[in-house]
């Protein structure tokens, strides 16, 4: 049996057997890419979302990951790769909300409100502005796996690869700044460098994975699979690497069920990861409830 495989946003037409669903997925290069992708992806996005998610930094990671918007604006505009633009915008977003709430009266959150209007307008003013035809963004709001090429997966092996050296050689000193800054301060750790290196690394990772799900779809590879991973544990070692898991899993899972249902894939992975999150709080109501039970009885 074969069927024609349609991808919204990249046209992509090719029969598959599906009798042998695994087959053929080293077969063709845009779904083994996509395999490679969601590994890369989950790698890079489970150690830095789990620095997300333990300093509860995930409005920061939104307000970054829609400023840079603005870069790809300014990037078709000047003739210079969408991306490119974008990851100097992210990293500039995101020291200005660091600096700014930390030396001027306005608030953390009201400055990533204002970058996020913000970069998100001057996207908008500058697609509109550049001349010719206008690109279609839908592939970077939304994502689509599908469309990952070669160069996107060294750019993101070498994310994953500096993301994993910096959490091994500084593990201990972002620990104590994940959980506490102003312990880490007492030490003398380095904390600023630290935080401006994460910050760096957190702009890197939302713009490199935007081909993955899309500026709009993308914190969710950052904050759901480590939000589940922290049900059941609180060591920040064992979120990251459950995260990864997780994430993985999730990413092969939508993207099969994208396949078969022939719907976009980014929106596919991340609606699969809610449902494992519900299943996953779920689970532990239920063992709770189950412990609470034989307490009693005992």
């Known amino acids: 049996m074969y069927r024609t495989l349609f991808c919204k946003n990249t046209i992509i037409y090719t029969s598959i057997p599906m009798t042998d669903p695994l087959s053929f997925i080293f077969s063709y290069d845009f779904l083994r890419h996509a395999v490679e992708a969601a590994f890369l992806a989950s790698i890079s996005c489970g150690i830095i979302g789990s620095y997300i998610v333990s300093r509860r930094m995930v409005f920061i990671s939104g307000g970054i990951t829609h400023s840079s918007f603005g870069g790809i604006g300014l990037g078709y505009y000047f003739g210079v790769h969408p991306l490119l633009g974008a990851a100097l915008f992210s990293i500039l977003s995101a020291i200005g909300i660091r600096i700014t709430s930390r030396k001027s009266e306005i608030r953390e959150d009201s400055a990533i409100g204002i970058l996020w209007s913000l970069g998100m307008a001057i996207g908008i003013i500058f697609i509109f502005l550049t001349p010719g035809y206008a690109p279609n963004l839908m592939t970077y709001l939304f994502g689509s796996i599908l469309t990952v090429t070669p160069t996107d997966l060294w750019l993101m092996t070498a994310l994953a690869v500096v993301t994993s050296l910096v959490f091994i050689l500084f593990y201990r000193t972002i620990l104590y700044v994940s959980f506490d800054e102003e312990y880490a301060r007492s030490h003398n750790a380095p904390v600023e ?106």
């Open 193 to 298: 460098t630290v935080n401006y290196l994460l910050l760096i690394l957190i702009s890197l990772a939302i713009v490199l994975h935007i081909r993955v799900a899309g500026i709009i779809l993308v914190i969710s590879y950052l904050t759901i699979p480590q939000t589940t991973a922290n049900l059941f544990v609180s060591d920040l070692r064992k979120i990251i690497l459950y995260s990864i898991l997780i994430s993985f899993l999730g990413s092969l899972s939508g993207l099969a069920l994208s396949f078969y249902l022939n719907i976009p894939s980014g929106a596919t992975i991340i609606f699969v990861f809610v449902l494992i999150f519900l299943v996953a709080r779920l689970a532990r109501t239920l063992r709770n409830r189950s412990l609470m039970k034989q307490s009693l009885e005992g």
